[in-house]
């Protein structure tokens, strides 16, 4: 837990957007701290300082592997999940370019995915984005339905990064692999809030993320199932089982292993006392706020997500105004927040444009506390009150 900034001149400073990123566990931060000062080496040296760091590196490696049910070979150390997500599609698709073009996806995907299979469709692939229904759900049959002679690849996210929706990945990996499909999932935002190991889900690779479990930025891994080969996307040393180039992030790495030690310690316990924050909010907000909608699955969704649509309001009016009260949350995912653009993913779920633009995702870490549920949800009470009082169209009571 952190103290929240409530000092002497009572700031309020609530954080409920860690779907966002996350503020690194002080282990975290002290188990990197070494490795920015006497550790530096370069884990390629062979000398004693490049043995230091070499031997963090496989420790970090076999820490990472073991979470995720891997073997150590099997886990490449990459600068985050959008690095991972642009290794597993195009160093699949370049590989396997003369076996078949054909990519399948979803419609709600991150940037990360979608952009790369735009990218890769500019070059020649064909890409088929499957739907989702109206609370964020892929019907594995239509995963099926789109696989052809040349399909060489699926990619489906595990929870989506907006809604929290979480996918049946198990079911699209049996399939995929009956009729011999890779498959990769985006587990950024899934990793951390429920259990999440490549046994389980079938998958040949999964990407994970360090900054959005309590970890730092700038690094995350890529799991790839031992046998699948995959073209590395730079050229240089023979880093990472010559797959990324590159001398090791190694504070980034060992802060990445901290932060899944401290995940696979903490993961039952968060998501159990998450699962009643979310639950609580969800509930006070719907019945406190006429004409308010949970967007996403009610039940098969993350334990800290909470996507919530208010008529006749703007979801950037509601954000900040709940700055001003000194509550951090976003209207979308943290890459399309800056944007006006509606929302694919809600637009995805059949959510009308007029109503598309009155969204808030509050992301729940486990720092907070249900006092802070209430101050946030008596807050919006009142900001979704004055706003409608404003606006032309909501009806006046
Ligand atoms: C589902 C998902 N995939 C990929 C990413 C990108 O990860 P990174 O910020 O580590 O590049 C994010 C970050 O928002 C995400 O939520």
């Known amino acids: 837990m952190y103290p929240l900034n409530r000092g002497e001149n009572k700031v309020v400073r609530i954080y409920m957007d860690h779907g966002a990123t996350t503020r690194p566990d002080p282990e975290v931060v002290n188990a990197m701290l070494p490795f920015y000062d006497e550790l530096f080496g370069n884990a390629s040296s062979l000398h004693t300082f490049g043995q230091e760091a070499a031997r963090a590196l496989a420790s970090s490696r076999k820490t990472v592997a073991d979470f995720l049910r891997a073997e150590p070979e099997e886990i490449i150390f990459t600068s985050g999940g959008t690095e991972s997500d642009n290794l597993a599609l195009k160093g699949i698709a370049y590989l396997k370019k003369n076996k078949g073009k054909h990519i399948i996806t979803s419609v709600i995907e991150h940037p990360a995915i979608l952009n790369t299979c735009k990218y890769l469709g500019d070059m020649g692939y ?40 979480i996918q049946p990945i198990k079911e699209i990996s049996a399939i995929a692999h009956m009729h011999g499909v890779l498959v990769h999932t985006d587990a950024v935002q899934s990793v951390g809030k429920m259990p999440v190991n490549v046994d389980d889900l079938g998958v040949d690779m999964l990407s994970i993320s360090a900054h959005k479990i309590y970890g730092p930025k700038g690094v995350g891994a890529l799991y790839l199932r031992k046998g699948t080969r995959l073209q590395g ?114 637009a995805a779920l059949g959510i009308i444009p007029e109503k598309i633009h009155g969204n808030l995702r509050i992301t729940l870490g486990h720092e907070n506390t249900i006092d802070e549920v209430d101050y946030v949800v008596e807050n919006l009470v009142d900001i979704v009150k004055k706003l409608r009082a404003m606006s032309p169209i909501a009806p006046k009571d």
């Open 233 to 346: 996307l730079s050229q240089g040393g023979s880093h990472e089982m010559g797959k990324r180039a590159g001398t090791e992030n190694i504070p980034g790495i060992v802060g990445l292993s901290k932060a899944v030690e401290l995940a696979k310690q903490r993961v039952e316990g968060d998501t159990k006392y998450l699962v009643n924050l979310r639950d609580t909010m969800i509930r006070k907000i719907l019945d406190s706020i006429p004409e308010s909608y949970l967007n996403g699955h009610p039940t098969k969704r993350l334990c800290n997500n909470v996507h919530v649509r208010f008529s006749y309001v703007e979801g950037e009016s509601l954000l900040m105004m709940l700055n001003m009260k000194g509550v951090a949350v976003s209207t979308g995912s943290a890459c399309s927040s800056k944007s006006l653009e509606p929302s694919h993913v809600l």
């Open 126 to 165: 064909r890409i088929t984005y499957v739907p989702v229904n109206n609370q964020g759900l892929i019907d594995p049959a239509d995963v099926e339905d789109a696989i052809t002679d040349d399909t060489i690849l699926i990619s489906i996210i595990h929870a989506n990064n907006e809604i929290g929706t």
